[in-house]
């Protein structure tokens, strides 16, 4: 009997420093999945948009923390007119509450307000990127967590004797809550994102490491390459 048409591998590994458990979806980690901003990206919304060049930022940041919202704070301190399109309309707070716990990014005609669009002089997509690229600095130092880590998902869960499980997987679309079903269009279902020229696990090196730490990471390259990989589902459906 085959495999079902969505299956997944996953590798579990014991982390050597602390009570945890890891489980990573290594049919998405050894994909060739890769960010296509502003080279084929459709968005978000309920049509493809793809000359929009909105991404995944049409509904602005989540953020997981209050630490988390003052690191984008300062980062959003160190930027210019030249590299933020609508700094003008930041004034002294560049997020807002959704609900009773949700805060986000604010959003500026309909999408985050770091999102620079087609037009700007300083270049489209995320102002906190193109900031840290200018500095010098990695840019998952000034972004929200989740957007440096998407499209990563990491889950954790601690058990009735403190053990940590952490589940490192794709983002799917049900993570966006209901509004997930009603995109037209989203990078991890769709083979027009599989074409990067190196597995995830070496293009998102850097985010994975900041997850994970250098040890797992190490451990983690050593199962990938060893087995025979299950290839991802959206170019498994292609074929």
Known sequence: MGRPENAHDFISIEDPEEQRTWMFDATFLRSSWTCIYGQ???????????????GCCSMGAWFVD??????????????????????????????????????????????CIFLNRPGFEGGIGCALHHGAVKAGERPLDWKPTACWQLPLRLEDQVDDNGHVNSLLREWKRRDWGAGGDEFAWWCTDSPLAF?????VYRTLKEEIVEITGPKVYAMLVKRLEAPVPLPHPALRKRG
């Open 40 to 54: 084929g990206c459709q968005g978000i919304l309920t049509q493809p948009t793809p000359e929009m060049h909105q």
């Open 195 to 199: 074409v990067g020229a190196d597995p």
């Open 66 to 111: 209050e630490e988390d919202v003052a690191k984008v704070e300062q980062a959003a301190a160190r930027l210019d007119a030249s590299t933020w399109q609508f700094i003008s309309k930041a004034g002294d707070r560049i997020w807002r509450k959704r609900g009773k716990d949700e805060i986000t990014t604010r959003l500026v005609d309909d999408a």
